[in-house]
């Protein structure tokens, strides 16, 4: 069983940064498709970033030029850089990761394997 572990979130203040973390329990260098999630209260779960393994980035609008994805397959973990926070990226922030082969496209909007339980972001 695949185990993520997401750390780095906390209280952040407008305008200011953080770094998330997705640990992974295996080797992320062969995974078809890594990404950042996250949910506000009352509100669906949105895809923030996903990063195939060809290293194609796709970011949602609302976090263009402010978040970065990045791995470090060394490390087997994910990051998510993000700067110039705003009170609307509130959330519960989730990694996802799909397997080779995995049946489903790397997309915002598609659905994927394994999941984290998420870590909180809360920017005020």
């Known amino acids: 069983q695949v185990q993520l572990v997401e750390s780095g979130g906390g209280p952040v203040q407008p305008g200011g940064s953080t770094r998330l973390s997705c640990a992974a329990s295996?080797?992320?260098?062969?995974?078809?498709?890594m990404g950042w999630f996250r949910q506000a209260p009352g509100k669906e779960r949105e895809g923030v970033v996903v990063?195939?393994?060809?290293?194609?980035?796709s970011y949602a609008d609302s976090v263009m030029g402010r978040f970065t994805i990045s791995k470090d397959n060394a490390k087997n973990t994910m990051y998510l850089q993000m700067n110039s926070l705003k009170p609307e990226d509130t959330a519960l922030y989730y990694c996802a990761a799909d397997p080779p082969g995995y049946r489903s496209p790397c997309g915002l909007e598609t659905s994927h394997y394994f999941w984290g339980q998420g870590t909180q972001v809360t920017v005020s």
């Open positions: 295996r080797d992320i260098y062969s995974w078809q498709c």
């Open positions: 990063i195939d393994n060809a290293g194609r980035a």
